[in-house]
């Protein structure tokens, strides 16, 4: 069975920065990794994704200049640095995985098969 767990969510102020991690478990060896967040009254829209290689990685254009992503394979862990934080960045952010090789990125919701529960961060202006 595949958990992803993500932390490192929080309350942050307006232009501070917050750093997510997503750690895999289970029976999946290989795979890309994408962010996304919802917002209260919100659909869930992405975030950052990157392939299972690293050599490729996508942002949300609003976000754009604001987000690193990078990943650790030995430790099966994916990192989201997100810095110059605004009041509309406050949403439940969660990983999804999806089994792949290579370069592949996916920005879309339903590319991903797994997900993990969410993690909270709120940006206060």
């Known amino acids: 069975q595949v958990q992803l767990v993500e932390s490192g969510g929080g309350l942050v102020q307006a232009g501070g920065s917050l750093s997510l991690s997503c750690a895999a478990a289970?029976?999946?060896?290989?795979?890309?990794l994408g962010w996304f967040r919802q917002a209260p009254g919100k659909e869930r829209e992405f975030v950052a994704a990157?392939?299972?290689?690293?050599?490729?990685?996508d942002y949300a254009d609003s976000m754009k200049g604001r987000l690193s992503i990078s990943r650790v394979n030995a430790k099966r862990s994916v990192y989201l640095q997100m810095n110059s934080l605004l009041p509309e960045d406050t949403a439940v952010y969660y990983c999804?995985?999806?089994?792949?090789?290579?370069?592949?990125?996916?920005?879309?919701?339903?590319?991903?098969?797994?997900w993990g529960q969410g993690t909270q961060v709120t940006v206060s202006s």
């Open positions: 999804a995985a999806t089994i792949s090789r290579g370069d592949w990125v996916g920005t879309k919701s339903d590319e991903y098969t797994y």
């Open positions: 289970g029976g999946i060896s290989s795979y890309a």
């Open positions: 990157i392939a299972w290689s690293g050599r490729n990685t």
